[in-house]
């Protein structure tokens, strides 16, 4: 069975910094792109960045203050997050491409969210 467990989130205010951490677990064989997205109330999901095969991408509203970075051996994902707004206050949600021990295709997993709140 495999999971991602997301931790790191809080109540920071404006121009502060959070680290998340999103860490897969389970009979895992092989991890291709991972990504983290957020959702705002009354908003829909969406990308805030991902890395894959070592290449990086961003959403244009976090370029500059977010960084996107993964510890392989550790199957553990990161997303430190600078320079904080309140239009960054959202459920972050960790996101992979996981091939398990007992499947020959990649799956999507997704994490249960951790919050981040920014205060003015």
């Known amino acids: 069975q495999v999971q991602l467990v997301e931790s790191g989130g809080g109540l920071v205010q404006a121009g502060g910094s959070l680290r998340l951490s999103c860490v897969a677990s389970?009979?895992?064989?092989?991890?291709?792109?991972m990504g983290w997205y957020r959702q705002a109330p009354g908003k829909q999901r969406e990308l805030v960045a991902v890395?894959?095969?070592?290449?990086?991408n961003y959403a244009d509203s976090v370029k500059g203050r977010f960084t996107i970075s993964r510890d392989n051996a550790k199957n553990t994902m990161y997303l430190q997050m600078n320079s904080l707004e309140p239009e960054d206050t959202a459920v972050y949600y960790c996101?992979?491409?996981?091939?398990?021990?007992?499947?020959?295709?990649?799956?999507?997993?997704w994490g249960q969210g951790t919050q981040v709140t920014v205060s003015s």
């Open positions: 389970g009979t895992i064989l092989s991890i291709n792109h």
């Open positions: 996101n992979a491409l996981i091939r398990a021990s007992d499947s020959i295709l990649y799956k999507a997993y």
């Open positions: 890395t894959s095969g070592g290449s990086t």
